[in-house]
């Protein structure tokens, strides 16, 4: 087996690969694309592909990244799959053990699988993988959380808000799509409540029309919903957020649809509200169902 880092004269057999590889996903071209060339921590040195002897196709591809969080820097195994035919032949842990050691050499404690922020495919292992599950946990994994999708039907849903925004609007609140002029205080009101959606919220400003709806109150930020930021042209919905202090007004409600109603326009017909959450809220005014489940594993390197 060979191991080469990933090169841009990859990207389509290595699509190819992903969608041969991971019956429960999509991947064009185009999101593995996104995955790799729009990750801010991109290493071409993490990101693996390995060929067999016989084969001029790849057989497996790991993409890995280290981000710095809060309180350390965390690594990520952000994609990773082999070829079903080329399976239980040690490919995978020779394509893990490679990066695992890269990641160690900087000095990193902690690796995660998918769930890297701001741009990742899943937030987690999908446990219907059954050989992911068991791959990781052989590799050192331990599960320490879940998560879910959601997902909801755009089509038979009407997402008009301008009852309840007039309602708001009596209390001096109006939602509204963001602009330019808004991107500063937008930013200083992120770094207080939701700083780790700064980068996906930046994301929101590069869309056409920015796909960034906004509460306010005067010129104080009050919440924010946003789309197509991740997993760009797939119909991901978020990140959204109110402050706690205008929390239980109606305005997320109205944030989301706004989102959604954008989805709908685009010609989407379902979107996916990744990594929640709050299910209830999402069932109550959208009806979101759940989608897909995931298992939050990581390995602790001390
Ligand atoms: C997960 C995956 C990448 C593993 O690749 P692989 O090349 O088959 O893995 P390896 O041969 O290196 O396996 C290493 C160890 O993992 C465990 N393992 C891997 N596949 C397993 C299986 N099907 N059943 C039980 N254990 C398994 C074993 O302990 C194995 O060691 P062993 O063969 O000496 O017992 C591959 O199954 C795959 O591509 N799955 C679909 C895509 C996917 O799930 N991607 C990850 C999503 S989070």
């Not at 070829?83 to 990066?99: N, T």
């Not at 849903?157 to 002029?181: G, P, V, Y």
Request: with cysteine; proline share 5%.
């Amino acid at each position: 087996m060979i191991i080469k880092n990933f090169t841009k004269d990859l990207l389509t057999p290595v699509a190819k690969l992903c969608r041969q590889s991971m019956e429960l996903d999509i991947m064009p071209d185009f999101l593995l694309e996104e995955k790799i060339f729009h990750e801010p921590d991109y290493n071409p040195e993490l990101t693996l592909v390995a060929f067999s002897e016989n084969n001029s196709e790849p057989v497996g591809f790991i993409q890995a990244v280290v981000k710095a969080r809060k309180d350390e820097s965390i690594g990520y195994v952000k994609l990773f799959c082999v070829a079903p035919d080329y399976r239980r032949k040690g490919i995978g842990k020779k394509l893990y053990e490679a990066v695992e050691e890269k990641i160690k050499a900087q000095k990193i404690k902690l690796i995660r699988v998918y769930e890297s922020y701001p741009n990742y495919f899943m937030p987690g292992v999908d446990p219907f993988y059954t050989e992911a599950i068991s791959f990781f946990e052989r590799m050192g994994f331990k599960k320490f959380s879940d998560t879910s999708n959601l997902i909801c039907d755009l089509v038979t849903q009407d997402f008009d808000t301008a009852n309840d925004e007039k309602e708001l609007s009596e209390k001096n609140i109006i939602c509204k799509r963001a602009d330019e002029s808004d991107k500063e205080k937008i930013s200083q009101w992120l770094k207080i409540n939701f700083e780790a959606w700064i980068p996906e919220v930046a994301e929101a400003y590069k869309n056409n029309p920015i796909s960034l709806h906004i509460a306010l109150d005067g010129d104080e930020m009050l919440g924010f919903s946003a789309h197509e930021v991740n997993n760009r042209g797939t119909g991901w919905f978020g990140p959204m957020g109110t402050s706690a202090a205008a929390r239980g007004k109606g305005i997320g409600s109205i944030l989301l649809k706004r989102c959604l109603n954008d989805m709908k326009e685009i010609g989407h017909n379902k979107a996916i509200i990744p990594w929640v959450g709050p299910i209830p809220f999402y069932m109550n005014y959208v009806n979101a169902k759940m989608q897909r489940i995931f298992w939050r594993y990581e390995k602790n390197m001390e």
